[in-house]
Nanobody
Framework: QVQLVESGGGLVSPGGSLRLSCAASGFTFSNYAMRWYRQAPGKEREFVARVTAGGSTTYADSVKGRFTITRDNARKAVDLQMNSLKPDDTALYYC?????????WGQGTHVTVSS
């Protein structure tokens, strides 16, 4: 069955870095665009970053220049390198896969940015 499993979350100080990973299985990973979303406590889920099947990337303005999304089709994984983290980046981070018809979601990994 389809699985998206996020990892790499945790507690980090402001200005620090984390690298999130999302391991995919159960579908043809290379055919899917991969996205990261996040949901902060009491807020709506918001888009963070996207990498298409062809490798093009898009970022939310709030993370541009600080976050980098990469995909590894051999590993069937998508990573999110997060640098210069701010308290406002605290959220549950979700991985998503879509081919335009189907959408799959992971369970999320928590990121807390606090001193």
């Amino acid at each position: 069955q389809v699985q998206l499993v996020e990892s790499g979350g945790g507690l980090v100080s402001p200005g620090g870095s984390l690298r999130l990973s999302c391991a995919a299985s159960g579908f043809t990973f290379s055919n899917y665009a991969m996205r990261w979303y996040r949901q902060a406590p009491g807020k709506e889920r918001e888009f963070v970053a996207r990498v298409t099947a062809g490798g093009s990337t898009t970022y939310a303005d709030s993370v541009k220049g600080r976050f980098t999304i990469t995909r590894d089709n051999a590993r069937k994984a998508v990573d999110l390198q997060m640098n210069s983290l701010k308290p406002d980046d605290t959220a549950l981070y979700y991985c998503s896969a879509t081919n335009g018809l189907l959408v799959y979601w992971g369970q999320g990994t928590h990121v807390t940015v606090s001193s």
